[in-house]
């Protein structure tokens, strides 16, 4: 499963980014989780508004930072 | 095939319990201003809607309340000084803007997590001409964003084939007009104040809009701006649940934010209110003043605060007698322009579009001004 948060700009989306890990790391997943901060490559994506996580290459959540937990819950329901 | 049918009328239920609830909310309100009409005519309407922008919006009984504890605590003498009158306002002021922050932007954010940015592009892109303009304001006044994000918003826009027109109206709409800041603006100013401002925004927004596409100046963004594809996705669909969360999320990270703009706009708004002589501010800021606007203006566009730590400001110059329009610029400049958003803008146009667009919505900003001025005895 690979994980990759987008943006890496303000306070929120480093938060983002480190619950990311720290969720991969307590639901088991191997992969590093990756991020993605370059905002031409957020848009190419199809990505307005960061904090954003992607799962496998798919949006699961944009504009929204998320707790561990929530993100542990987006991992379940995609896995 | 069964378990689908099921749930489609499940869905389908929910719909019409959703449409009963709007209906009955319309209906009690309809009632209420009906009953006032039959009671006192147009008296009884006007009556109501100043005990909703006084009492349930204003909290004058707050500030009663707040004035009996300050005479029982310190005795009569102490709340007719200076002193007294200032911490009157600012215990007041503090926990009614607090109160009313937090009641908004939950509803509000609520709202908002219908209209992610990327949504937005999509109903943008349907629209057309003027049309797109004034959606492009009226969606402003929705779509949540901060200055963090407005790069990949512009990028988002462009290309999708959004003209910059309609891209500028967006972005001056939102800073500017907003539900919150309505609701406050009730509550000070009362319902045609209020209205009048978030109108004259929206007007603002599309008219600047539409000057930045018609001169041909919209077309100075960055050259990565249009460079590069853009994929469509859908946002998933929130849950009733998560847009909640959602909510309360984005309330507390908002009251974190601002609860110091608000105590050092209370602070200003509390001295001007009690210190300050009122022929000192009639002097400057005076009605009868032609340069009150421009120093308004000049004042309030380098200033960078949140619309929640403007009011106690403006609230208590309008006390002081100054015009309606001086308040109104100083408040759009406050809030529409600001450093941080110009900078973040700079790095997405080149700089012959961002100071046209400086320019245009100064100058907005200082026409709303002197209009209000002239007709300003309407309102109050």
């Known amino acids: ?65 998320l707790s561990v937990e929530q993100v542990e819950k987006l991992i379940e329901k995609y896995i | 095939m069964e378990k689908e ?33 039959i009671v006192d005519g147009v008296n009884g309407i006007e009556a ?13 009984w707050l500030n009663a309340l707040v004035g009996l504890a300050l005479a029982a605590l310190f ?47 999509k109903i943008l892109g349907k629209y057309k001409g003027i049309g797109a303009n004034i959606m492009g304001a009226l969606l402003g006044t929705v779509t949540p964003f901060c200055s ?32 919150g800041a309505f609701i406050l603006l009730v509550s000070v100013f009362g319902f045609p104040i209020a209205i009048t401002y978030v109108v004259v925004g929206l007007v603002l927004a599309v008219i600047g809009g539409t000057i930045i596409e018609k001169t041909g100046v919209g077309k100075h963004v960055q050259d990565f701006i249009l460079e590069g594809s853009m994929a469509d996705v859908d946002a998933e669909e929130m849950t009733k649940r998560e847009r909640l969360c959602y909510a309360k999320d984005q309330m507390l990270a908002t009251l974190k934010k601002v609860w110091v703009y608000i105590l050092i706009g209370v602070g200003i708004g509390a001295t001007i209110h009690n210190f300050i002589p009122t022929e000192w501010v009639q002097a400057v800021l005076g009605e009868d003043k032609w340069y009150s606007v421009l120093i308004a203006s000049g004042v309030g566009v380098p200033m960078y605060a949140d619309i ?51 320019a245009i919505v100064v100058a907005g900003i200082i026409i709303i001004g002197y209009v209000f001025n002239a007709v300003g005895f309407l309102f109050i």
Not at chain 1, 5 to 25: D, M, P, Q, R, W
Not at chain 2, 14 to 35: D, Q, S, T
Not at chain 2, 81 to 96: E, P, R, S, V
Request: hydrophobic fraction near 50%; include cysteine.
């Open chain 2, 5 to 37: 049918l099921i749930e489609e009328k499940s869905q389908k239920s929910k719909k019409l319990k959703k449409r009963w609830i709007f209906l009955m909310v319309v209906a009690v309100i309809a009632l209420a201003v009906g009953i006032a009409a």
């Open chain 1, 1 to 65: 499963m690979k994980i990759v948060t987008l943006g890496y700009c303000c306070k929120k989306s480093k938060a983002n980014h480190e619950n990311a890990v720290i969720a991969a790391k307590n639901k088991g997943i191997q992969e590093e989780v990756k991020n993605i901060a370059d905002t031409s490559e957020i848009v190419k994506l199809g990505v307005m508004s960061t904090p954003a996580i992607m799962i496998d290459g798919k949006i699961v959540s944009s504009g929204r930072m």
């Open chain 2, 148 to 179: 963090c994000s407005s790069i990949p918003l512009f990028m988002g826009f462009t290309r999708a084939g959004i003209s910059s027109g309609v891209t500028f109206s967006f972005l001056i709409s939102s800073p500017l007009v907003d539900l």
């Open chain 2, 308 to 358: 929640f730590g403007t009011i106690p400001v403006a609230e208590a110059l309008f006390f002081k007698g100054v015009g309606v329009g001086t308040i109104l610029s100083f408040m759009m400049g406050v809030t529409a322009l600001s450093l941080p958003s110009m900078i973040m803008l700079s790095k997405a146009v080149k700089p012959k579009l961002l100071f046209s667009f400086i």
């Open chain 2, 48 to 60: 109501l809607g100043s005990f909703v922008s006084d009492q349930i919006l204003g909290m004058k």
């Open chain 2, 75 to 121: 005795g009569e003498e102490f709340l007719a000084t200076h002193w007294g009158g200032a911490l009157q306002f600012f215990l007041y002021d503090t926990i009614k803007i607090i109160v009313l922050l937090c009641t908004l932007i939950f509803v509000i954010s609520y709202i908002q997590s219908y209209f992610p940015p990327e949504r937005t592009k």
